[in-house]
DNA sequence: CTGTTTCTACGAAACTCTTCGTTGACATTA
DNA sequence: TAATGTCAACGAAGAGTTTCGTAGAAACAG
C-alpha cells in the first residue's frame, strides 16, 4: 500500500517530516524540542499531529517500546518532487521554466548554486539527446 | 495595506486567480464557466470564494455596474513567486538548487525549456559578478 | 509502596476551506 | 405587467487542520 498516493503533506505536517528527515527516526518528545524553538510546539500538538500522519500513512510508528518511534515512509526527495509537481501545476501550468525562474530570481542563487545547476543542466541534455 | 502582505491563496483561490490571470477583469460567471470543466465548479461556489478572496484583498471588485467585475490583485508572477518561495522554505530548508532540481528532474523539461533556463542562469552570474 | 514524571489516547474547541441551497433584488422578454 | 432568468448576499453544512486539556497507564525515585 501505496508510497505512491500518500496525500500532499500540511504545513504542520511538514515541518515534522523536515525533523524526521533530519534526524532519521524520532519519539514525539525528539519531534517536539525540535519544534518547539521555530514554531512553539507543544508536546501534545506534535503527538496528535503523528497520530494522524500515522493514519494517512505519511509516517510509521514502531510501538514495540513503550516510547514509539517515528519515521517518515518517504524520502525527503520524494515528498519534495510531489509538491514541486503540484505547485508546477496548481500555479504554474505546468511550465517549469517558469518555476525555475521564479525560483532563481526569488532568492538569489549563490554563485556555486548557479554552477551546480548549470551543471545539472548539462547532464539533462546530454540524456535528452 | 498591502500587496506584500497578501495572504497564500489555497487551492481554489490559486484556480480563480490562474483564470483572471489569463482573462483580465471577469465577472464571476465568466470564471465560473472557464472552471466548470477543469473542477465542475459551481455558480455560487465561485461567488462565495471571490467574496472571500475580496475580504482577503487578493481581487479587487468593480461594482459600479450590477454584475460585478473582478480582477487580480498581485500579478501572476508576485503570487508565483510568494508561492515558490515559500515552498522553499517549508520543504527545501532555502536551497533553491535542489528545489530547481526537482523540478527539472520532476517534469522533463524540453530542450528549448533547458536553453531558456540556461540563458537565465548566463545573466544571472554575470550580475553576480 | 507512594508520589512524581513521562507517555499514549481521546475528545473537543477554534478555525479554515469548500461547497451549495435559498432568498430577494434586478433585468429581460413576451 | 407578469413570467422567466440572472445576479449578489447570506448562512450553513461538512470536511480538514491545528491546538490543547484531561485522563489513565507505565516507569521511576524516594
Redesign the pocket.
Known sequence: MAKQNL???????LAILRVLWERGPS???EV?DALHEE???????????M??M?D?GLVL?N?S??????EAVAAAEETQQQLVRDLLERAFGGSAQQLVLQALSSKKASRAELAEIRKLIDEMEKKAK
Chains 1, 2 share one sequence.
Not at 496525500?7 to 505536517?13: I, S
Open positions: 496525500p500532499r503533506p500540511t504545513d504542520a505536517e519519539t514525539v518528545r517536539t514554531r512553539g510546539t507543544g508536546y501534545t500538538t506534535a503527538l496528535k499531529l497520530q494522524i500515522t494517512k510508528r510501538d517500546q513503550r516510547t514509539h518511534v517515528y
